[in-house]
């Protein structure tokens, strides 16, 4: 095994999605038996490659053919040509629950607009692909590995968007007060182009980054995602009122500050059910592979959820599992 392959087996979680066949369905196995199965899926917490699916003939040199930079492994289809390229990161960018969006959005417009030029199928989830260690492909490997910074040689990506102008009649009482209405003036149309709660959210906490970027003096994180949560409840809530684009969003009159400190106690409550509910799931998911070794550490791996968080949950989360320690 070369260095892109150990460095493909690395980068796996200590448990990995699989199948031979998509129509039996995927399970997750063990990394030790992942060469077995004809399918993986990559680290879904740890972003460490741009994936890419190219379902035509002799597509495995489609990169040179559009000036793009060498893919790290090539994994082909002998029957018909059909490839998988991946593009290995020197950094991962992350996508656990604490993790900025900012690097997310750069991951993806890369991907999106490299997807493009390669014509590679736009339905491809990019958490599945071709193992390259499993013998029922032909597996091409490059010493190549890149900084997102690096594909800005390659590729030309669009130009983010200024904040909207604000109508006369805002009064505007500092940062968070432009913040809010910028942001939430841009949610009404916006939040329509979502199904989900969590990926809308993500979205708006970005464009709030994105605004923010634009102050003198910008606010700090916390502040940012406290009014980009407070903003996307509410659209979510009112996104299908037929009066939703001429209601107008307040919060009593409290300033924005006192908006962001409200709710603290229901915001925990909620936290914390959502964090207990992803382990008791990843609890159950991990229980049939590692049965009484399913370990705080696994779970951590399987979530992307600290390990603090996984300590204070564990014995809750795993009590229904009679897990013997």
Same mark, same amino acid.
């Given at each position: ?35 077995? %199965? ?66 997310? !959005?750069? %991951? ?15 339905? %491809? ?16 490997? %490059? ?46 149309? &916006? ?6 709660? !969590? ?9 709030? /980054? ?12 916390? /502040?940012?995602?406290?009014? &980009? ?52 799931? &990843? ?43």
């Amino acid at each position: 095994m070369n260095q892109q392959l150990e460095d493909f087996y690395n980068h796996l979680n200590k448990a990995v999605v699989t199948t031979n066949d998509f129509a039996e369905g995927t399970k997750f196995r063990k990394r030790e038996k992942v060469d077995q %199965f004809a399918y993986c899926g990559l680290n879904p917490v740890y972003r460490a490659y741009l994936s890419f699916d190219l379902d035509s003939p002799a597509s495995a040199c489609r990169f040179e053919d559009v000036n793009l930079p060498t893919p790290t492994i090539i994994t082909v289809n002998r029957k018909n040509g059909h490839s998988h390229m991946l593009y290995r990161l020197n950094t991962p960018v992350a996508y656990h629950k604490t993790s900025r969006s900012a690097p997310q !959005d750069y %991951f993806e417009a890369i991907q999106s607009e490299m997807e493009s030029r390669l014509s590679a199928d736009p339905a %491809f989830n990019h958490t599945l692909t071709k193992n390259p260690l499993h013998p029922a492909w032909e597996v091409i490997t %490059f010493p190549a590995s890149y900084d997102l910074t690096d594909f800005t040689e390659w590729i030309d990506l669009p130009k983010r968007s200024t904040a909207h102008s604000l109508p006369d009649n805002i009064v505007i009482q500092g940062r968070n007060d432009e913040l809010f209405h910028t942001l939430r003036l841009w949610a009404y149309s &916006a939040v329509r182009q979502h199904g989900d709660f !969590d990926a809308w959210y993500q979205t708006a906490l970005a464009r709030a /980054e994105e605004i923010n970027a634009q102050f003198d003096r910008p606010l700090q994180f916390s /502040e940012i995602k406290a009014t &980009a949560r407070s903003v996307a409840k509410w659209h979510w809530k009112n996104r299908n009122s037929v009066d939703s684009r001429r209601r107008v969003l307040s919060f009593t009159d409290e300033t924005a500050i006192e908006r962001m400190r409200s709710g603290a106690d229901h915001t925990n409550a909620v936290r914390r059910q959502k964090s207990l509910d992803t382990l008791v799931k &990843a609890a159950n998911e991990l229980y049939p592979i590692y049965g009484n070794e399913l370990s705080r550490r696994l779970l951590m791996e399987h979530t992307g959820m600290n390990i603090k968080t996984v300590s204070k949950y564990f014995q809750e989360a795993t009590a229904p599992l009679g897990l013997r320690h």
